[in-house]
């Protein structure tokens, strides 16, 4: 059966790269669509009226907006290599971890990438609160999946985007010592197959570089 | 099998009675504990260490925190009178619209009752503008979710919590009749649902409610 699946996203979107890792897992073939967000296409723009944004998923012509909830669609979509838990509190669990993701860490990490010079104490403190209960709930597992790669696992690809802010700022947020845990676990994600395709870290450094380099020359 | 079922909610908060109204609809029994936020009891603070918010369900010991969450969770664990739809289309539209009422209106609304004058115009414009959004998805149905009250209709009770902060304050008219004809006529029917009106705060109490936290914030209009 002819599948139409079309993903409207921006390579540097941490949001946009969650449903290409998801589509990928699953081994979904798709259309790409790179969209300029300072010139957004008509058709994203039909596609989601309400938000405006990417990443959109397109299915046999149905368009599905936000992040997590395509995540969840694409789960329910094609049932093989599952993304979520199939037990109730599981599931529960996951989607709560994925929300703190969105709703707390990243707020934080994106404030630290605007901020300039003495107003990053304060938010430093504040995301390395966030790692500490992340590096906690993941404790001695792989992934916070469990032994692979799940829904919260794809959702924290926000630390990614931390880690080039980080570098790129010359700021010590996520470090070895203090996040052994978690060190670990994005290397293991850095290291997985499908994952590796989707998130460049060395593209991201040089684009942020360019964005945010100035800041650091008024330190 | 017994079932023990509590949740740490408070009586004015629409996300708290979110639960009650889904755990009602399936008749799940359950225990509520009313949370006093000043003084957090030291069981929500165990149950939700992260946030140390309300509400929170636990069910045979286990806590589930996020009333969305909480949501989903009861709609997977007590399969009859479903709140979600079975159609994973469907389900990603109601899950794209009860988060809307979390991340556009629940702020907006927020906002509303705090600021004023200038300020206090612009928002009462952009909650307007979510509440043309929300009548165009509305259309002809009789509730967000069909046929019965569902998973966006129990998000949507922000607006019941709006409506009441729009009265106490002596607000502009964000939300009547004439501008919103469709949303208008879904929250008579809301307020008017067997199960739906059992959650909703005591009226005389959530005025007062409203007047004694926000109310001099209008004064200098």
């Not at chain 1, 978690?182 to 570089?209: I, T």
């Not at chain 2, 115009?121 to 929300?134: D, G, R």
């Not at chain 2, 009106?197 to 005389?204: A, F, L, S, Y």
Request: glycine share 4%; proline share 5%.
């Amino acid at each position: 059966m002819a599948e139409e699946v079309k993903l409207f996203g921006m390579w540097a979107s941490p949001f946009s790269r969650r449903i290409e890792v998801a589509l990928k897992l699953k081994g979904i073939q798709y259309e790409y669509i790179e969209e300029d967000l300072s010139n957004k296409s008509p058709s994203l723009l039909k596609y989601n009226p309400v938000h405006k944004k990417i990443p959109v998923l397109l299915h046999k012509g149905k368009p599905v907006a936000e992040s997590l909830v395509i995540l969840e669609y694409i789960d329910e979509t094609w049932k093989h290599n599952p993304i979520l838990p199939a037990d109730p509190y599981e599931r529960a669990m996951a989607r709560f971890w994925a929300k703190f993701l969105d709703e707390k860490l990243w707020p934080a990490a994106k404030k630290v990438a605007l901020s300039k010079g003495e107003e990053h104490n304060g938010l430093i403190e504040e995301i390395q609160e966030h790692l500490k209960t992340l590096e906690s709930e993941l404790k001695e597992k792989k992934f916070f999946g469990g032994e692979s790669l799940g829904f919260v696992d794809i959702a924290a690809d926000i630390i990614f985007w931390l880690l080039v802010v980080q570098e790129t700022l010359g700021l010590d947020i996520l470090t070895e010592d203090k996040f052994p845990g978690l060190h670990e676990w994005y290397h293991r994600l850095l290291d997985d197959a499908v994952f590796k395709e989707c998130v460049s870290m060395e593209r991201l450094l040089a684009s942020f570089k360019v964005r945010f380099g100035a800041l650091t020359a008024s330190k | 099998m017994a079932e023990e079922v509590k949740l740490f909610g408070t009586w004015a908060s629409p996300f708290s009675r979110r639960i009650e109204v889904a755990l009602k609809l399936k008749g799940v029994q359950f225990e509520y504990i009313e949370e006093n936020l000043s003084n957090k009891s030291p069981a929500l603070l165990k149950y939700n260490p992260v946030h140390k918010k309300i509400p929170v369900l636990v069910h045979n010991g286990k806590p589930v925190a996020e009333s969305l969450v909480i949501l989903e969770y009861i709609d997977e664990t007590w399969k009859h009178n479903p709140i979600l739809p079975t159609d994973p289309y469907e389900k990603a539209m109601a899950r794209f619209w009860a988060k809307y009422m979390d991340d556009k209106l629940w702020p907006a609304a927020t906002k509303v009752v705090v600021s004023k004058g200038e300020e206090q115009k612009a928002v009462i414009e952009e909650i307007q503008e979510q509440l043309k959004t929300l009548e165009s998805e509305l259309k002809e149905k009789k509730f967000f979710g069909g046929e019965s009250l569902g998973f966006v209709d129990i998000a949507a009770n922000i607006i019941v919590f709006l409506l009441v902060a729009q009265e106490a304050l002596g607000l502009m008219e964000i939300l009547t009749e004439e501008k919103f004809p469709v949303l208008h006529e879904w929250y008579q029917r809301l307020v008017d649902d067997a199960v739906f009106k059992e959650c909703v705060p005591p009226r005389e109490r959530h005025l007062g409610f409203f007047k004694a936290r926000f109310g001099s914030s209008t004064a200098s209009k």
